[in-house]
């Protein structure tokens, strides 16, 4: 078993985890909240999006966010952008990372950003020529890696075709996404042998909703096949206006606490992570969803089995 002594997390609460919520926090609050992330020791942040405010009303000030993020040091805050406008707005804004974001499922592509997958594709390769020309780097997502919303099942070689893809067109890593957490240990083995058959395992990431409580496991099964690059928010945030009756993402600290207990170095401090989702949860008025943070929030001591 070959799992990487190293795991980069990519920490997209104040994104992927804030654009479905019904409570809207203010580009004050989101910018706090991607510097207490910053503060835990996370060092790539997903911390906004440039999309059409009609659309997700929830990242609407964007500029703002990134503004009050400027002056922070060791880590680095992305964007996601739809298209030539999104990333205007992000260079404007003083983005280091950008994200694009297509699906291998048709009508997904259609609901999330309005234009065929090929469409997509088209307009990312302007964006990411665009992004480079700025010295700005490019991650890409394929969304809908084990199944979409609207069509069920989705094909192992639209996903592996789709990530090269991306790759040729400028994205310097791929994050394949369980948009709707319907994935099981042999269709992320399946999912990621085939990536990682087109382009290299390094630049592959993972980022699974938990919508079936798989996420931890397909986690795993993904450090397993090679990919070192995970995709979590903070309190188990998360879900996609375009993908209903998904749940939020694998939770960071419940991916530190995993990965901690492997000997898995992440550069994570937990506690100060458990004390941020306890942050949030209170700004949008819940318990956060993550385990780790409910059970060190009531144990007070937390032990480790027997060795
Ligand atoms: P469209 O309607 O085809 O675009 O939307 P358009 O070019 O016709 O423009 C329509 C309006 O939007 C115009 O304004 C534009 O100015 C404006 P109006 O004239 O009506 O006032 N507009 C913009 N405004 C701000 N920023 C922009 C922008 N572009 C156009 N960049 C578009 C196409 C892609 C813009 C739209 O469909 C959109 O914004 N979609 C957002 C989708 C989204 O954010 N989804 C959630 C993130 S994806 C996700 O969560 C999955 C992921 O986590 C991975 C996983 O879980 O699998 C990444
Ligand atoms: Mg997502």
Redesign the pocket.
Known sequence: MNIPRRVNIVE?GPR?GL?NEKTVLTPVQRADLAMRLAGCGLRRIEAG????????PQ?AGGGEVFARLKNNGAARFSA????M??LE?ALRAGVGEV?V?AAASETFSQK????SIAESVQRFAQVARAAHANGVAVRG?V??IAGCPYEGGVKTAAVADLTARLVDIGCGEV?L???IGVGTVPVVQKVVAAAAKMVDASQLAV?F?DTHGQALVNIRAALEAGVATVDSAVAGLGG????PGAAGNAATEDVVYMLRGMDVATGVDLQPLVDTAWHVSRLLKRAPASRTARAMAALTHAGTAAT
């Open positions: 997209v992927d654009q999006s440039f999309v059409a405010e009609k659309m997700v990242m996601l952008v739809p298209n406008r999104g707005d994200a974001f999330n950003i309005n234009c997502y969304s809908c994050s996404g369980d948009t980022h909703h996609c206006p375009f993908a």
